[in-house]
């Protein structure tokens, strides 16, 4: 039940924080923040938990920040910048598994305490790290032109919840597809892994609903550093 509520609250807290990062440090905060994200979602993923009756991972929450941010770039910026933000985001987490493997190839020295930690988080980040990548810039790609797509059929103001959820919904169903395979098809078993599956894209979608009201707010918004412009 705590799982339940909480999960509620921190996922409204990580959407006022991307607003927050946004309107304090206008585009630029958002791409700060999607590489931030999306190395702590990959961190966050290794945690399995219980959420409203299903067996989840954790980071979906802030994975889904992402694809809010990379919306929000793409409805107030462009397509190019939104594009932009999502190779930034592959890169930063790119880097962070070469430098980390390079950490843990160190001998650690008598007094450490750490070694085995990093490499319960970190030895397990290659494969993490190789479905992250490919599903991150597939679905975020993907994200990008289904949005774009949307917004040019669509392109009221009104349908903005059309714009932010149908393309996330399309999004995130192929990067839980492509993440979940390779990240978990062989250390589960498959009746196990289809039920991450499951349960990550359909937390994954609350989570966009979630961020509907955020990307009216954004859409309002003007940034510190556009306002004194």
């Keep these: 039940m705590f799982n339940n509520s909480f999960w509620i609250i921190f996922a409204i807290i990580h959407f006022i924080i991307v607003l927050l990062f946004y309107k304090g440090f206008g585009k630029m905060g958002l791409f700060v923040w999607i590489g931030f994200a999306t190395v702590c979602a990959n961190l966050q993923v290794v945690k399995t938990v219980e959420l409203f009756g299903l ?13 809010f941010a990379t919306d929000v770039l793409n409805e107030k910026y462009g397509p190019a910048e939104a594009r932009k933000a999502v190779w930034l985001g592959f890169s930063t987490l790119l880097t962070l598994t070469f430098v980390m493997q390079g950490v843990l190839l160190f001998e650690p020295a008598s007094s450490d305490i750490s070694q085995t930690a990093l490499e319960t988080i970190f030895g397990f980040l290659p494969r993490v790290a190789l479905g992250s990548l490919l599903a991150f810039i597939f679905s975020q790609t993907l994200d990008v032109y289904v949005y774009s797509a949307i917004r040019r059929i669509f392109p009221s103001d009104r349908l903005l919840w059309l714009r932010n959820g149908g393309s996330t919904a399309v999004s995130q169903l192929f990067d839980t597809l492509i ?10 078993p498959a009746g196990v892994w289809l039920h991450i599956f499951i349960s990550t894209y359909l937390i994954k979608f609350a989570v966009s609903l979630i961020s509907l009201p955020y990307a009216y707010a954004a859409k309002k918004m003007i940034p510190n550093d556009e306002r004194s412009s």
Excluded: C, D, E
């Excluded at 991972?57 to 889904?64: D, E, I, R, S």
């Design 179 to 188: 993440f979940t395979g390779v990240a978990f098809f062989g250390i589960y």
């Design 55 to 67: 067996t989840a991972t954790l980071g979906n929450v802030m994975y889904g920040t992402i694809f």
